[in-house]
């Protein structure tokens, strides 16, 4: 069964501090993994996107690492800001014949800034 | 940039009452898609579309129905609404289907009782 897994459910840090989040996975065939930040009550709106042949990818203060031999992915958000406070979801697609590319979602990490 | 746009944002509906939730994107975008998310849940699909006329079933479709007349919009329509369905909608579309990012609506809350 295809599925993805997000760790920790949740944390709080310090404005200003440093975290990772990660995701492993058990899709397969694997095609592409995208990070997508969730400020509530919004839509998730995309960080980065991971394909098969890449380690690192970085966007800002965020920086998405994959290592597709162990089927997993970590986000780590440098120098944590007010506005990072939201849930990040790790969104893995299913290479299909149909080529439509069928998404498994993990649950997200709820992420809280404090000053 | 209007991107995706759902409405409504909030709707109460009374068990066994219908309604349809309406998705509109002006990306020009073939694939369009609804999910449904759950508190501590990860997006289910409910159905999607690869192009005007054409849809199909995702994990999640009981109680819900679909149609894609024209590329722009992508209703979802809820028939006999039971508790169960109580969730927030998200309307997607994407330009492609394996590499594409996903835009997403504000997502429509619905509270059925």
């Known amino acids: 069964k295809n599925q993805v897994e997000q760790s920790p459910q949740s944390l709080i840090i310090l404005e200003g501090k440093n975290c990772t989040l990660q995701c492993n996975y058990t899709v397969s065939p694997f095609s592409n993994l995208r990070w997508y930040k969730q400020d509530t009550g919004r839509g998730p709106v995309s960080l980065t996107i991971m394909t098969f042949s890449e380690n690192t990818k970085s966007n800002g203060r965020y920086t998405a690492t994959l290592d597709a031999d162990t089927k997993q992915s970590s986000l780590h958000i440098t120098a944590s800001q007010l506005s990072d406070s939201a849930s990040y979801i790790c969104v893995v697609t299913v290479m299909t014949t149909d080529s439509w590319g069928k998404l498994q979602f993990g649950a997200g990490t709820q992420v809280v800034v404090t000053p | 940039n209007a991107g995706v746009t759902q409405t409504p944002k909030f709707r109460i509906l009374k068990i066994g009452q219908s309604m349809t939730l309406q998705c509109a994107q002006d990306m020009n975008h073939n694939y369009m898609y609804w999910y449904r998310q759950d508190p501590g849940m990860g997006l289910k699909l409910i159905y999607y579309s690869v192009g005007a006329g054409i849809t199909d079933k995702g994990e999640v479709p009981n109680g819900y129905n679909v149609s894609r007349s024209t590329t722009e919009d992508f209703p979802l329509r809820l028939e006999l609404a039971a508790p169960s369905q109580t969730s927030v909608y998200f309307c997607?579309?994407?330009?492609?289907?394996?590499?594409?990012?996903?835009?997403f609506g504000e997502g429509s809350r619905l509270t059925v009782l």
């Open positions: 997607a579309s994407r330009f492609r289907a394996n590499t594409g990012e996903l835009f």
